[in-house]
């Protein structure tokens, strides 16, 4: 089995900064890779970034060149990084560990840009 939690949400004005963090704990493995998603009211759950064990990642159009996830195995962490905040990035944030067998969720974490 495998635990997600994230954490780092929160309330922030347009044009500022967050990082989310993910702890993942249970039968983990660095060459999993790891992601990002959100969900916002009325939407559909939709890709924000994905890190192979390694340094390849691959970000959704919307957030390329503000968006930064990185990953540290050795703390079976991943990170979100976010500057130049949109209230279109306003949603549930959700960490995603694609195991051998299933992919597993944390419970989310709330993200709010408004003034």
């Known amino acids: 089995q495998v635990q997600l939690v994230e954490s780092g949400g929160g309330l922030v004005q347009p044009g500022g900064s967050l990082r989310l963090s993910c702890a993942a704990s249970g039968s983990i493995s660095s060459i999993n890779p790891m992601g990002w998603y959100r969900q916002a009211p009325g939407k559909e759950r939709e890709l924000v970034a994905t890190?192979?064990?390694?340094?390849?990642?691959n970000y959704a159009d919307s957030v390329k060149g503000r968006f930064t996830i990185s990953r540290d195995n050795a703390k079976n962490t991943v990170y979100l990084q976010m500057n130049s905040l949109k209230s279109e990035d306003t949603a549930v944030y959700y960490c995603n560990y694609k195991g051998w067998v299933r992919t597993y969720w944390g419970q989310g974490t709330q993200v709010t840009v408004s003034s």
């Open positions: 890190i192979t064990s390694g340094t390849s990642t």
